[in-house]
Protein backbone atom coordinates (compact mmCIF):
# COMPACT_ATOMS: atom_id res chain seq x y z
CA UNK A 1 0.00 0.00 0.00
CA UNK A 2 1.29 3.32 -0.42
CA UNK A 3 2.65 5.35 2.08
CA UNK A 4 -0.26 8.64 3.04
CA UNK A 5 0.57 12.11 3.74
CA UNK A 6 -2.18 12.11 5.55
CA UNK A 7 -2.76 12.10 9.61
CA UNK A 8 -4.33 9.49 11.16
CA UNK A 9 -8.31 9.77 10.41
CA UNK A 10 -10.35 10.40 13.77
CA UNK A 11 -13.37 8.68 14.88
CA UNK A 12 -16.82 10.44 13.99
CA UNK A 13 -19.35 9.69 16.47
CA UNK A 14 -22.46 7.91 15.73
CA UNK A 15 -25.24 10.62 16.50
CA UNK A 16 -22.56 13.10 13.58
CA UNK A 17 -22.39 9.81 11.32
CA UNK A 18 -26.31 9.47 11.23
CA UNK A 19 -27.62 13.34 11.46
CA UNK A 20 -24.23 14.67 9.76
CA UNK A 21 -22.96 18.40 9.71
CA UNK A 22 -23.55 20.41 6.32
CA UNK A 23 -20.93 19.35 3.76
CA UNK A 24 -17.85 21.21 3.37
CA UNK A 25 -16.91 20.10 -0.03
CA UNK A 26 -20.06 19.66 -2.73
CA UNK A 27 -20.83 18.25 -5.43
CA UNK A 28 -21.74 19.17 -8.51
CA UNK A 29 -19.63 22.23 -7.52
CA UNK A 30 -16.48 21.37 -6.80
CA UNK A 31 -16.46 18.10 -9.14
CA UNK A 32 -13.34 19.08 -11.21
CA UNK A 33 -13.21 18.59 -15.46
CA UNK A 34 -12.96 15.30 -15.75
CA UNK A 35 -12.26 15.93 -19.47
CA UNK A 36 -10.45 12.65 -20.52
CA UNK A 37 -11.07 10.33 -18.14
CA UNK A 38 -13.49 7.03 -18.18
CA UNK A 39 -15.49 5.81 -15.37
CA UNK A 40 -18.09 2.56 -14.75
CA UNK A 41 -20.57 2.69 -12.43
CA UNK A 42 -22.58 -0.24 -11.51
CA UNK A 43 -26.12 0.23 -10.57
CA UNK A 44 -25.94 3.61 -12.73
CA UNK A 45 -29.93 3.50 -13.66
CA UNK A 46 -31.39 5.10 -10.12
CA UNK A 47 -30.65 6.43 -7.48
CA UNK A 48 -27.35 7.59 -6.12
CA UNK A 49 -25.96 5.50 -9.21
CA UNK A 50 -27.59 7.63 -11.41
CA UNK A 51 -26.97 11.15 -10.06
CA UNK A 52 -23.43 10.42 -9.67
CA UNK A 53 -23.53 9.26 -13.58
CA UNK A 54 -25.34 12.21 -14.39
CA UNK A 55 -22.75 14.75 -12.43
CA UNK A 56 -20.19 12.72 -14.18
CA UNK A 57 -21.38 13.35 -17.65
CA UNK A 58 -21.76 16.90 -17.13
CA UNK A 59 -17.93 17.48 -15.87
CA UNK A 60 -16.91 15.72 -19.14
CA UNK A 61 -16.12 12.44 -18.25
CA UNK A 62 -16.91 9.48 -20.22
CA UNK A 63 -19.27 6.85 -18.74
CA UNK A 64 -20.76 3.45 -18.47
CA UNK A 65 -23.29 2.89 -16.91
CA UNK A 66 -23.77 -0.65 -15.92
CA UNK A 67 -27.41 -1.94 -14.92
CA UNK A 68 -29.65 -5.82 -14.99
CA UNK A 69 -32.26 -4.17 -16.72
CA UNK A 70 -31.83 -2.93 -20.36
CA UNK A 71 -34.88 -0.97 -20.81
CA UNK A 72 -34.19 0.96 -17.19
CA UNK A 73 -31.04 2.27 -18.08
CA UNK A 74 -31.92 3.30 -21.47
CA UNK A 75 -34.47 5.60 -19.86
CA UNK A 76 -31.65 6.77 -17.53
CA UNK A 77 -29.20 7.33 -19.79
CA UNK A 78 -31.70 9.52 -21.83
CA UNK A 79 -32.92 11.28 -19.19
CA UNK A 80 -29.13 12.22 -18.46
CA UNK A 81 -28.23 13.04 -21.76
CA UNK A 82 -31.39 15.55 -21.83
CA UNK A 83 -30.31 17.22 -18.81
CA UNK A 84 -26.48 17.98 -19.51
CA UNK A 85 -26.92 18.22 -22.70
CA UNK A 86 -24.21 15.70 -23.14
CA UNK A 87 -24.12 12.24 -24.95
CA UNK A 88 -20.46 10.46 -23.43
CA UNK A 89 -22.69 7.82 -21.45
CA UNK A 90 -22.96 4.23 -22.68
CA UNK A 91 -25.21 1.13 -21.24
CA UNK A 92 -22.76 -1.57 -19.76
CA UNK A 93 -25.40 -4.83 -19.10
CA UNK A 94 -24.43 -6.79 -16.50
CA UNK A 95 -26.22 -8.69 -13.70
CA UNK A 96 -24.09 -9.01 -10.49
CA UNK A 97 -26.09 -11.50 -9.00
CA UNK A 98 -24.36 -14.22 -11.90
CA UNK A 99 -20.93 -14.55 -12.20
CA UNK A 100 -20.98 -15.33 -15.68
CA UNK A 101 -23.08 -12.10 -16.82
CA UNK A 102 -20.07 -10.25 -14.71
CA UNK A 103 -17.82 -11.79 -17.00
CA UNK A 104 -19.34 -11.05 -20.00
CA UNK A 105 -20.10 -7.71 -19.05
CA UNK A 106 -15.67 -6.90 -18.59
CA UNK A 107 -15.46 -8.84 -21.77
CA UNK A 108 -17.54 -6.10 -23.56
CA UNK A 109 -15.95 -3.26 -21.41
CA UNK A 110 -12.29 -3.98 -22.35
CA UNK A 111 -13.53 -4.73 -26.42
CA UNK A 112 -14.08 -1.17 -25.91
CA UNK A 113 -11.97 0.78 -24.15
CA UNK A 114 -7.80 0.60 -23.44
CA UNK A 115 -8.47 2.41 -20.25
CA UNK A 116 -10.53 2.75 -16.99
CA UNK A 117 -9.39 5.59 -14.70
CA UNK A 118 -12.34 5.05 -12.04
CA UNK A 119 -14.69 2.12 -10.87
CA UNK A 120 -17.32 2.71 -8.47
CA UNK A 121 -19.03 -0.04 -7.54
CA UNK A 122 -22.16 1.03 -6.45
CA UNK A 123 -24.72 -1.12 -7.04
CA UNK A 124 -26.30 -3.00 -4.31
CA UNK A 125 -29.32 -5.05 -3.06
CA UNK A 126 -30.74 -5.29 0.54
CA UNK A 127 -33.45 -7.80 1.91
CA UNK A 128 -34.53 -7.34 5.24
CA UNK A 129 -35.87 -8.06 7.91
CA UNK A 130 -36.46 -11.13 5.07
CA UNK A 131 -34.30 -13.30 3.67
CA UNK A 132 -33.55 -13.10 -0.06
CA UNK A 133 -33.36 -14.96 -3.08
CA UNK A 134 -30.17 -16.32 -4.01
CA UNK A 135 -27.29 -15.41 -6.86
CA UNK A 136 -27.58 -18.01 -10.06
CA UNK A 137 -24.71 -20.06 -8.15
CA UNK A 138 -26.88 -20.38 -5.07
CA UNK A 139 -24.82 -17.62 -2.74
CA UNK A 140 -26.27 -15.57 -0.68
CA UNK A 141 -28.11 -12.81 -2.83
CA UNK A 142 -26.83 -9.80 -0.39
CA UNK A 143 -23.16 -11.33 0.03
CA UNK A 144 -23.20 -12.49 -3.89
CA UNK A 145 -23.98 -9.43 -5.33
CA UNK A 146 -22.25 -6.85 -2.92
CA UNK A 147 -19.31 -8.35 -2.27
CA UNK A 148 -18.42 -11.68 -4.97
CA UNK A 149 -20.16 -9.62 -7.81
CA UNK A 150 -18.29 -6.68 -7.37
CA UNK A 151 -14.88 -8.34 -6.18
CA UNK A 152 -14.80 -10.71 -9.89
CA UNK A 153 -15.82 -7.40 -12.05
CA UNK A 154 -13.20 -5.02 -10.56
CA UNK A 155 -10.65 -8.47 -10.55
CA UNK A 156 -11.69 -8.76 -14.32
CA UNK A 157 -11.37 -5.02 -15.00
CA UNK A 158 -7.64 -4.73 -12.54
CA UNK A 159 -5.41 -5.16 -15.73
CA UNK A 160 -7.22 -2.28 -17.53
CA UNK A 161 -6.80 -0.20 -14.30
CA UNK A 162 -3.12 -1.17 -14.33
CA UNK A 163 -2.77 -0.43 -17.59
CA UNK A 164 -4.04 2.93 -17.07
CA UNK A 165 -2.28 4.03 -13.88
CA UNK A 166 0.99 3.40 -16.08
CA UNK A 167 0.14 5.32 -18.58
CA UNK A 168 0.86 2.51 -21.46
CA UNK A 169 -1.86 3.48 -23.64
CA UNK A 170 -1.50 7.75 -22.43
CA UNK A 171 1.66 8.06 -22.16
CA UNK A 172 1.50 9.33 -18.94
CA UNK A 173 0.95 7.43 -15.60
CA UNK A 174 -1.85 8.79 -13.54
CA UNK A 175 -3.74 7.05 -10.14
CA UNK A 176 -6.43 5.70 -11.04
CA UNK A 177 -9.27 4.58 -8.47
CA UNK A 178 -11.63 1.72 -7.22
CA UNK A 179 -14.65 3.30 -5.06
CA UNK A 180 -16.61 0.90 -2.84
CA UNK A 181 -20.19 2.01 -1.83
CA UNK A 182 -20.35 0.30 1.62
CA UNK A 183 -22.79 1.46 4.62
CA UNK A 184 -22.92 2.42 8.57
CA UNK A 185 -24.62 -1.00 8.80
CA UNK A 186 -21.27 -2.82 8.41
CA UNK A 187 -20.77 -2.06 11.76
CA UNK A 188 -24.17 -1.36 13.15
CA UNK A 189 -26.09 -4.75 11.80
CA UNK A 190 -22.76 -6.91 11.25
CA UNK A 191 -22.92 -9.97 13.24
CA UNK A 192 -21.15 -9.65 16.36
CA UNK A 193 -18.07 -12.07 14.99
CA UNK A 194 -17.57 -10.36 11.46
CA UNK A 195 -18.21 -13.13 8.55
CA UNK A 196 -19.93 -15.82 9.48
CA UNK A 197 -18.42 -18.12 7.48
CA UNK A 198 -20.88 -20.80 7.20
CA UNK A 199 -23.48 -18.35 5.64
CA UNK A 200 -20.75 -18.04 2.25
CA UNK A 201 -21.27 -21.60 1.81
CA UNK A 202 -24.16 -23.30 0.15
CA UNK A 203 -26.64 -26.11 0.81
CA UNK A 204 -28.67 -26.47 3.79
CA UNK A 205 -26.34 -26.40 6.75
CA UNK A 206 -25.45 -22.63 4.59
CA UNK A 207 -29.36 -21.54 4.90
CA UNK A 208 -29.32 -22.04 8.56
CA UNK A 209 -26.92 -19.94 9.28
CA UNK A 210 -28.76 -17.43 6.92
CA UNK A 211 -31.86 -17.49 8.97
CA UNK A 212 -30.22 -17.01 12.21
CA UNK A 213 -28.36 -13.59 10.96
CA UNK A 214 -31.77 -12.51 9.23
CA UNK A 215 -31.99 -10.32 6.39
CA UNK A 216 -30.43 -7.51 7.94
CA UNK A 217 -27.60 -9.16 9.51
CA UNK A 218 -26.87 -10.68 6.32
CA UNK A 219 -26.65 -7.05 4.71
CA UNK A 220 -24.42 -5.73 7.55
CA UNK A 221 -22.43 -8.80 7.22
CA UNK A 222 -22.00 -7.83 3.22
CA UNK A 223 -21.25 -3.78 3.66
CA UNK A 224 -18.67 -5.15 6.26
CA UNK A 225 -17.07 -7.51 3.50
CA UNK A 226 -17.25 -4.40 1.00
CA UNK A 227 -14.97 -2.34 3.67
CA UNK A 228 -12.64 -5.98 3.97
CA UNK A 229 -12.16 -6.31 0.37
CA UNK A 230 -11.36 -2.44 -0.33
CA UNK A 231 -9.03 -2.35 2.10
CA UNK A 232 -7.25 -5.44 0.83
CA UNK A 233 -7.47 -4.16 -2.51
CA UNK A 234 -5.73 -1.05 -1.54
CA UNK A 235 -2.68 -2.96 0.09
CA UNK A 236 -2.57 -5.31 -2.76
CA UNK A 237 -2.44 -3.31 -5.61
CA UNK A 238 -1.37 0.38 -4.04
CA UNK A 239 2.14 0.32 -5.04
CA UNK A 240 1.04 0.01 -8.76
CA UNK A 241 -1.00 3.36 -8.66
CA UNK A 242 -4.54 2.06 -7.26
CA UNK A 243 -6.29 3.94 -4.76
CA UNK A 244 -9.33 2.03 -3.05
CA UNK A 245 -11.56 3.78 -0.79
CA UNK A 246 -14.60 2.60 0.81
CA UNK A 247 -17.43 4.70 2.21
CA UNK A 248 -21.03 4.99 3.36
CA UNK A 249 -22.77 7.71 1.68
CA UNK A 250 -25.09 8.69 4.43
CA UNK A 251 -29.24 7.76 4.92
CA UNK A 252 -30.23 8.20 1.26
CA UNK A 253 -33.47 7.73 -0.05
CA UNK A 254 -33.01 5.17 -2.72
CA UNK A 255 -34.54 2.19 -4.20
CA UNK A 256 -32.21 0.50 -1.93
CA UNK A 257 -35.07 0.13 0.27
CA UNK A 258 -37.63 -1.55 -2.28
CA UNK A 259 -37.26 -4.85 -0.70
CA UNK A 260 -37.99 -3.55 2.60
CA UNK A 261 -41.00 -3.88 4.34
CA UNK A 262 -43.16 -0.81 3.82
CA UNK A 263 -43.84 0.00 7.15
CA UNK A 264 -40.13 -0.23 7.88
CA UNK A 265 -39.16 2.02 5.17
CA UNK A 266 -41.37 4.50 5.83
CA UNK A 267 -40.04 4.50 9.67
CA UNK A 268 -36.53 4.70 8.03
CA UNK A 269 -37.22 7.35 5.40
CA UNK A 270 -38.88 9.64 8.48
CA UNK A 271 -35.93 9.41 11.10
CA UNK A 272 -32.53 9.95 9.21
CA UNK A 273 -33.20 10.05 5.24
CA UNK A 274 -31.63 12.74 3.27
CA UNK A 275 -31.67 13.41 -0.90
CA UNK A 276 -29.88 11.96 -3.37
CA UNK A 277 -28.34 14.90 -3.88
CA UNK A 278 -26.29 15.14 -0.55
CA UNK A 279 -25.85 11.18 -1.14
CA UNK A 280 -24.11 11.58 -3.90
CA UNK A 281 -21.39 13.57 -2.37
CA UNK A 282 -19.33 10.83 -1.03
CA UNK A 283 -18.77 8.88 -4.26
CA UNK A 284 -18.11 11.57 -6.08
CA UNK A 285 -15.32 13.02 -3.28
CA UNK A 286 -13.76 9.77 -3.50
CA UNK A 287 -13.92 9.34 -7.35
CA UNK A 288 -12.89 12.85 -8.79
CA UNK A 289 -11.02 15.01 -5.94
CA UNK A 290 -7.53 15.57 -5.87
CA UNK A 291 -7.53 14.91 -1.75
CA UNK A 292 -8.61 11.88 -1.72
CA UNK A 293 -6.11 10.29 -3.94
CA UNK A 294 -3.85 10.57 -0.52
CA UNK A 295 -6.70 8.17 0.86
CA UNK A 296 -5.77 4.73 -0.52
CA UNK A 297 -7.25 2.10 1.90
CA UNK A 298 -9.93 4.51 3.85
CA UNK A 299 -13.59 4.51 5.00
CA UNK A 300 -15.39 7.91 4.19
CA UNK A 301 -18.46 9.02 5.73
CA UNK A 302 -21.21 10.72 5.01
CA UNK A 303 -20.45 14.14 3.80
CA UNK A 304 -16.86 13.18 2.32
CA UNK A 305 -15.38 12.68 5.80
CA UNK A 306 -12.48 10.98 6.74
CA UNK A 307 -14.08 7.70 9.54
CA UNK A 308 -12.42 5.00 10.81
CA UNK A 309 -14.46 1.92 10.35
CA UNK A 310 -15.42 -0.56 12.82
CA UNK A 311 -13.21 -3.05 14.57
CA UNK A 312 -13.56 -5.84 12.20
CA UNK A 313 -13.26 -3.58 9.16
CA UNK A 314 -9.26 -3.15 10.54
CA UNK A 315 -8.84 -7.18 10.82
CA UNK A 316 -6.72 -7.66 8.56
CA UNK A 317 -6.92 -11.53 8.90
CA UNK A 318 -10.50 -11.14 8.17
CA UNK A 319 -9.73 -9.53 5.16
CA UNK A 320 -7.27 -11.45 3.57
CA UNK A 321 -9.09 -14.77 4.37
CA UNK A 322 -12.21 -13.24 2.95
CA UNK A 323 -10.24 -12.22 -0.34
CA UNK A 324 -9.02 -16.04 -0.62
CA UNK A 325 -12.17 -16.87 -0.27
CA UNK A 326 -13.71 -14.71 -3.66
CA UNK A 327 -10.72 -16.15 -4.89
CA UNK A 328 -11.85 -19.84 -5.07
CA UNK A 329 -15.29 -18.67 -5.76
CA UNK A 330 -14.28 -16.72 -9.34
CA UNK A 331 -11.55 -19.72 -10.04
CA UNK A 332 -11.41 -21.27 -13.41
CA UNK A 333 -14.50 -19.40 -14.58
Not at 64 to 75: H, N, P
Not at 203 to 219: E, H, Q
Not at 225 to 253: C, F, M, T, W
Request: overall charge positive.
Amino acid sequence: MSASKLPPPERVGSFSEKWPPKPTWKAPEDVPDLTGQIFLVTGGNAGIGKETCRVLVARNAKVYLAARSEERARVAIDDIRQSTGKSDIHFLQIDLADLPSIKKAAEEYISKEQELHVLINNGGVLYAPAIGPKTAQDYDIQFGVNVLGHYFLTQLLMPTLLRTAKGEVSGTPRRVRVVTVSSDAHEATAPKQGIVWESLQKGDAAMRARKKLTGTGLYGQSKLGNVLISSELARRYGDQGVVAISLHPGGVKSELLRNVHPAIAWIVEKIRIYPVSLGIITSLYAATSEAALEMNGEYLTAWARRQVPSKHAQNREMAEKLWKWCEEQISGL
